[in-house]
């Protein structure tokens, strides 16, 4: 079983406060943003459990294109949920 | 009411799953013995699939990365159907939004996002193209650095606004991708006994001409996700006229 330091704590922490935020906030900007966030520090998370393979896809589609194809989705649609 | 019921089934849920992973060094995640035949001399083992790929992908893929050999070449079919579902998505996104362009006028980029993002460009086209490129020996492969290169794409759309990917110069790089993923297919079918399977020398591992046909199918693989991934982000993008 690997340990789990401090840091591996705070990032879990912080990675299921963000999807918690992300399904709560009405704003879906922020929303996106806070599933952005989410999937930066998983693959931070990754990288520590070295699976440097599936870190790099997770940062560059999770926490970039994923985020801006969201972005883009509310800007044509609407930016706050009813 | 919902809020209550969901917050116990989502701790029911984590509580399963705690129980299930605190004991997950004492099962026996794919270490069974199995009898299966080896596909490249047919002979039949008797070792656990994760310490076969581990022992012997060097000497049979030429491969130094053990995760690019699993995907491209022990389950490359696979692959194929990854790169089709992909493919599928962005011809539904450009069918979806075509001819769409339009809607708020943006405003102008700021100067420093401007040129910095010119300078950046390269750097992060050169790192996508190193990511897949170097993915038989390194960590990272076709997607990863399609998806890097589609994010360089990206960070010019969203500093200047009449940035445009040149459709037809799109297209034609994603098929001309696709193309060559299949007709290797079809030349492993040719040259050795099944489809995708390596024809060409494995070469010296660790070197960049080694592993066979496993840098020209990812290469193959970077160029089409790089343009899919960039056309999803310049059909959805709004610009003004």
Do not use: C
């Not at chain 2, 026996?28 to 581990?54: C, F, M």
């Amino acid at each position: 079983m690997i340990e789990l330091t401090i840091i591996s704590w705070i990032m879990a922490f912080l990675v299921i406060g963000a999807a918690i935020y992300a399904i709560e906030t009405k704003d879906l900007i922020s929303a996106a943003i806070a599933a952005g966030v989410a999937s930066l520090v998983v693959s931070i998370m990754f990288l520590v459990l070295q699976a440097p393979d599936v870190a790099i896809t997770e940062a560059s589609i999770g926490a970039g294109l994923t985020m801006a194809i969201f972005v883009y989705a509310i800007g044509r649609t609407g930016r706050w949920e009813e | 009411m919902r809020k209550v019921v969901a917050i116990i089934l989502a701790s029911a849920f984590f509580a399963v799953l705690l129980v299930s992973f605190s004991n997950i060094q004492q099962a026996d995640y794919g270490e069974k013995e199995y009898y299966y035949q080896n596909p490249i001399n047919g002979s039949y083992a008797n070792e656990s699939v994760p310490s076969h790929y581990i022992s012997n992908t060097k000497n049979e893929t030429g491969a130094v990365n053990a995760v690019t050999a699993i995907v491209v070449e022990y389950r490359g079919f696979d692959t194929l159907g990854e790169v089709t579902v992909l493919f599928t998505a962005a011809t539904g996104v450009s069918f979806l939004l075509y001819k769409t362009r339009g809607g708020k006028k943006r405003t102008e980029a700021n100067l420093i996002l401007k040129e910095g993002s010119k300078l950046v460009l390269p750097f992060i086209l050169l790192t996508g193209a190193y990511i897949f490129i170097h993915g038989h020996l390194t960590p990272g492969g076709g997607f990863p650095g399609g998806a890097v290169i589609a994010s360089g794409f990206l960070l010019m759309m969203l500093s200047y606004p009449k940035f445009f990917m040149k459709e037809r110069a799109v297209s034609v790089t994603e098929s001309m991708a696709g193309i060559t993923f299949a007709f290797i297919g079809l030349l492993g079918l040719v040259f050795a006994s099944s489809f995708l399977q390596n024809f060409l020398p494995l070469g010296d591992a660790g070197y960049i001409l080694s592993a066979g046909i496993i840098p020209i199918i990812y290469i193959a693989i970077g160029f089409k996700v790089g343009s899919e991934l960039s056309s999803i982000a310049d059909k959805l993008k709004e610009v003004q006229k």
